[in-house]
């Protein structure tokens, strides 16, 4: 078995990479012989995504089928050992595994994990008790535990959490930003490229969280008597934790009013209201994003300056995922 092999690719494939569990694409890959395999990946995130599989378990050397492992002991440093047999003791080998991996995780903008997993579970994971009860306390599985420290930048999800709409948007567009920024790093950093990341990123930041918005505006401020690439590793590490907030509807109304207000002199009165009418219409939960969107998007496209129509805003992930439809 391959432990990192492209799911779909073609030479000047525009995918992204994103790790993902194998079991997920379908590889029996699990401890039964059998797989987890996830329609959403298959058949959705797929046309985006160049998905790379990972299985930590059978890249350490355990069969398929194999006896079941589990996570026991301290719950703030568990081992990983069989569930009938304590004395196998798979521990290190895991962590070794995803610290050799390393070269390659650091290409991927996100990883998709498999729930409950004691290799690749991303949190609420067992975690037993000599007496074979477990712990009230939690965690996560060693191989994912090492991932999510060794690239704490990284959009991470667990595969059951995706069927959240408003999860699953949010994962997607924070994909998409960390693969901008991983090509901006390739293209090699300038102050006017930070700048302009972060002009086209704006109110797509202010929708997730208004404090880091402040600040980092504050950053960027001072930009020509800053160490560059001290600055850019700052910035990446709040936008990346602001990104992690999930917008609500009252922020994304907030964020809609501020554009609406670049088409203040554009727009005859009856469009206006109109445009108002939907934005409170869908902060009241009672139309989706989309629809406001769709009209917003009609209007600035057509009336506003070019600064607006590159905001990520305004279309953060591809449209044909159809992620605002539901949130």
């Not at 990479?17 to 059998?34: D, H, Q």
């Not at 949190?123 to 060693?142: A, C, T």
């Not at 999800?157 to 949010?170: K, Q, S, T, V």
Request: with cysteine.
């Amino acid at each position: 078995m391959k432990l990192i092999a492209s799911h779909q690719s073609t030479p000047d494939s525009a995918l992204i990479p994103v790790g993902i569990s194998a079991c997920l694409l379908g590889e029996p890959v699990r401890f039964n012989g059998g797989h987890k395999q996830s329609k959403l990946c298959l058949q959705q995130l797929s046309q985006f995504f160049d998905f790379k599989p990972f299985c930590p378990e059978v890249a350490i050397g355990l069969g398929v089928p194999r006896r079941p492992i589990r996570l026991v002991g301290d719950p703030d440093s568990p081992r990983a050992v069989g569930t009938d047999n304590p004395d196998l003791d798979v521990t290190e080998p895991l962590r070794d595994f995803a610290r050799d991996q390393q070269p390659q995780l650091q290409q991927l903008a996100g990883y998709i994990l498999m729930k409950n997993s004691p290799s690749c579970g991303m949190e609420r994971v067992k975690i037993y008790q000599d007496n074979g009860y477990p712990h009230r306390q939690s965690g996560s599985g060693l191989f994912a535990a090492e991932l999510m420290e060794a690239n704490p930048l990284l959009p991470v999800e667990e595969e059951g959490r995706l069927h959240d709409p408003i999860l699953c948007e949010n994962f997607v567009m924070r994909v998409l930003t960390f693969h901008q920024w991983q090509q901006l790093l390739a293209d090699g950093i300038t102050a006017k490229s930070l700048i302009e990341f972060h002009s086209r990123h704006k109110y797509l930041l202010m929708a997730h969280d208004q404090e880091i918005y402040h600040y980092l505006g504050k950053l960027l401020a001072n930009l020509k008597k800053a160490d560059l690439q001290r600055l850019a590793d700052c910035y990446i590490e709040n936008l990346m934790k602001a990104l992690r907030r999930p917008a609500t509807r009252k922020t994304h109304s907030n964020v809609m009013l501020h554009l609406l207000g670049y088409l203040k002199r554009s727009l005859d009165q009856r469009s206006r209201q109109q445009l108002l009418d939907q934005i409170n219409l869908y902060r009241q939960g009672q139309i989706p994003l989309i629809a406001v969107m769709t009209l917003l998007n009609h209007f600035l496209v057509n009336l506003s300056t070019n600064y607006i129509r590159k905001q990520r805003y305004l279309q953060p992930h591809p449209q044909e995922l159809g992620l605002r439809n539901r949130i």
